[in-house]
């Protein structure tokens, strides 16, 4: 029999009307190299302040993307975390790792159930399907976070080092998540080299997430495009939902 080819996983985060236009760049700069397997990571009120409105033109767009093939993901209600983290590991996890942006890290089960929910809800009446999966904004979930996700069996949740189905509990890939960072200086330069190395994993499951705040520095532009162009090489661009067939 022969082997299944390595495959290539790809998702814009933050998928907002707050961040419209670089949505727009990142489903061009992705697009061109695995067409419509993408997935999309959808905030249905980022930081309170940008709601997707049911019947807006936002909402129409995103429905679009659905049916031409993008794979829709719950990503948080709001994406920043709100709550004071009780352990001080998790104060310190969510400060250094995502600059306040880890909602679902500190919420107990009952507050993520309902954010779930809610999220699910807006986003299914509006793209008329089911949602894909749920994704955590910074892929930090807390127990609360973890229960809820098996609770409401939502079928494809990920994190920074594997991908698994919260409704029957299955590991579905292993392996980091490339993605890049451009908050500091540092950070950037540390998430180029970390590309460069990651791109050549030798990986059954290659994934690649790419964020609004990328398009505005070239440097990123330029090594998420060449980790791209190096990963199809060798690699068949799919969608989550395929690890789930196989
Ligand atoms: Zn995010």
Redesign the pocket.
């Given at each position: 029999m022969a082997r299944s080819p390595r495959l290539l996983l790809a998702s814009i985060?933050?998928v907002s009307p707050r961040f419209e236009s670089e949505v727009d760049r990142l489903l061009d700069l992705l697009g061109a190299h695995v067409g419509n397997r993408i997935a999309l990571?959808v905030?249905p009120n980022h930081w309170g302040e940008a709601p997707i409105l049911p019947g807006s033109p936002f909402a129409g767009r995103l429905r679009g993307w659905a049916n031409g093939g993008a794979e829709i993901f719950l990503?948080?209600f709001y994406?920043r975390d709100a709550s004071r983290h009780e352990r001080a590991s998790d104060r310190l996890r969510a400060s250094l790792m995502t600059a306040g942006?880890g909602e679902f890290l500190g919420l107990g089960r009952r507050e993520a159930s309902a954010r779930i929910a809610g999220g699910r809800r807006l986003i299914e009446d509006i793209v008329g399907r089911r949602i894909d999966g749920f994704v955590a904004?910074?892929w930090l979930y807390g127990e609360g976070a973890l229960d809820a996700l098996r609770q409401a069996e939502i079928p494809i949740a990920e994190d920074h080092f594997r991908v698994w189905s919260p409704a029957n509990g299955r590991q579905l890939a292993r392996g980091p998540v490339i993605t890049w960072a451009s908050r500091t200086r540092l950070r950037l330069a540390s998430s180029l080299a970390a590309g460069g190395l990651l791109r050549r994993l030798p990986i059954e499951v290659l994934r690649v997430g790419v964020?609004p705040a990328d398009v505005s520095e070239s440097v990123l532009v330029q090594s998420i495009e060449k980790t791209l162009r190096v990963a199809i090489r060798s690699r068949r661009p799919a969608r989550y939902s395929h690890l789930l067939a196989a």
């Open positions: 985060h933050d990571l905030v990503h948080g994406h942006e904004p910074a964020h």
